[in-house]
T-cell receptor
Framework: AQKITQTQPGMFVQEKEAVTLDCTYD???????LFWYKQPSSGEMIFLIY??????QNATEGRYSLNFQKARKSANLVISASQLGDSAMYFC???????????FGKGNQVVVIP | DARVTQTPRDKVTEMGQEVTMRCQPI?????VFWYRQTMMQGLELLAY????????DSGMPKDRFSAEMPDATLATLKIQPSEPRDSAVYFC??????????????FGQGTRLTVV
């Protein structure tokens, strides 16, 4: 069963605007963690941000923030003031079940246009 | 600048040959993951180690794949014999488990494997 769902089609975003990438997850484990990664066309996987299920506040890292809505099982990534270099695939991943496996979604494609 | 180092970056091999991919995790990290990425399947976990012990290799085809950590600075993924369907990008990632869980995991640049 799909644990992480990322279903948005490819997105075009105007430079300097904010973009929200959707991620919903499925777990019955009360303790879990959510990760976001960026994969530019060069192919590397870049860790962006982490949110633990017990964290009281939404995680933020520079221009990245995570809109964590636990009841809705949603962990959307918000990129503020997008830049041309933000063009990439973005992957949401979840750690659950008392271990450290990361299960990844299929990704969201973002293209930032000037 | 701490990073995960993978070698080789690219590998083209003939079907039936042995392939060995190497990973040097970030110094001090105690958890190592091997992932495979294909267009069809996305990112799949093959194996992961904690403190050099294999904790989960259920995602790995056992008949041809093997993963080891001979020491804390080296993880290897071996395919023998290789098949065209093994063509993919193989990523190694490392993380630090403080307490029970990893809260960040850093990926290497991957090994692009092509089996012809």
């Amino acid at each position: 069963a799909q644990k992480i769902t990322q279903t948005q089609p490819g997105m075009f975003v105007q430079e300097k605007e904010a973009v929200t990438l959707d991620c919903t997850y499925d777990t019955s484990d009360p303790s879990y963690g959510l990760f976001w990664y960026k994969q530019p066309s060069s192919g590397e996987m870049i860790f962006l941000i982490y949110q633990g299920s017990y964290d009281q506040q939404n995680a933020t890292e520079g221009r990245y923030s995570l809109n964590f809505q636990k009841a809705r099982k949603s962990a959307n990534l918000v990129i503020s003031a997008s830049q041309l270099g933000d063009s990439a695939m973005y992957f949401c991943a979840m750690r659950e079940n008392g271990n450290n496996r990361l299960a990844f979604g299929k990704g969201n494609q973002v293209v930032v246009i000037p | 600048d701490a990073r995960v180092t993978q070698t080789p970056r690219d590998k083209v091999t003939e079907m039936g040959q042995e392939v060995t991919m190497r990973c040097q995790p970030i110094l001090g990290h105690n958890t190592v993951f091997w992932y495979r990425q294909t267009m069809m399947q996305g990112l799949e976990l093959l194996a992961y180690f904690r403190n050099r012990a294999p904790l989960d290799d259920s995602g790995m085809p056992k008949d041809r794949f093997s993963a080891e950590m001979p020491d804390a600075t080296l993880a290897t993924l071996k395919i023998q014999p290789s098949e065209p369907r093994d063509s993919a990008v193989y990523f190694c990632a490392s993380g630090l488990v403080a307490g029970r869980y990893v809260t960040e995991a850093f990926f290497g640049q991957g090994t692009r494997l092509t089996v012809v």
